[in-house]
């Protein structure tokens, strides 16, 4: 069983009203709730021995999408809450710099992905074979992860992120989503 995790330490981070943070927690823990409701159920059906049945192929189907909410919701909030940039010189600024030609153009198009029309996330992501950074777009929870790779900095780019705040503004969101980026947990991932 999954426990939704707290982050209410991010409340009074600059940019992020607390109804929308608070609205925000309340959603993530949903995803956790419904996690593990499908698996209880999956296992429910698996004692049953019911596993070959619609319902249980269309549960493990939900299971991505609720799986992946919670997690890329605990990546997103565990990669906020910190004051200035990224240490340049650190193992991350180097990697950056190194993989996308300086830190300015990973950041210029992390914020393009970032912009794109629709819903989603925007995520950069290590390539675990050559250890490659590249920066994805994830439409929806479960759609659109690279194979193979490990998410390094997520954005959630779906409304409910920063339309309280910012309504149609996504550029003002993401300005003050780059503000508030906790760099040592960024860090802390690369592989």
Not at 89 to 108: M, N, P, R, T, V
Not at 162 to 177: Q, S, W
Request: aromatic share 12%; glycine share 12%; hydrophobic share 40%.
């Amino acid at each position: 069983m999954y426990t939704a995790k707290d982050y209410g330490k991010l409340i009074g981070m600059e940019g992020f009203s607390e109804t929308l943070l608070k609205n925000h927690f309340t959603l993530y823990q949903g995803y956790v709730t419904n996690s593990n409701k499908v698996l209880e159920t999956l296992d429910g059906l698996a004692k049953a021995d019911k596993l070959g049945t619609p319902e249980a192929a269309e549960l493990r189907r939900r299971l991505g999408w609720e799986f992946d909410g919670m997690r890329l919701h605990e990546h997103y909030f565990e990669n906020l809450g910190g004051k200035g940039g990224i240490n340049k010189d650190g193992k991350l600024g180097k990697k950056i710099a190194q993989d996308c030609g300086s830190y300015e153009a990973f950041e210029k198009e992390f914020r393009a992905v970032a912009s794109m029309r629709g819903i989603g996330w925007a995520a950069l992501y290590q390539d675990l074979a050559n250890g490659n950074l590249i920066n994805f777009w994830i439409n929806e929870h479960d759609v659109g992860h690279p194979s193979g790779c490990n998410p390094l900095l997520i954005c959630d780019v779906f409304e409910h992120a920063f339309m309280i705040d910012y309504g149609l503004k996504r550029a003002d969101y993401i300005e003050a989503f780059f503000k508030n980026i906790n760099w040592a947990a960024v860090e802390g991932r690369l592989k």
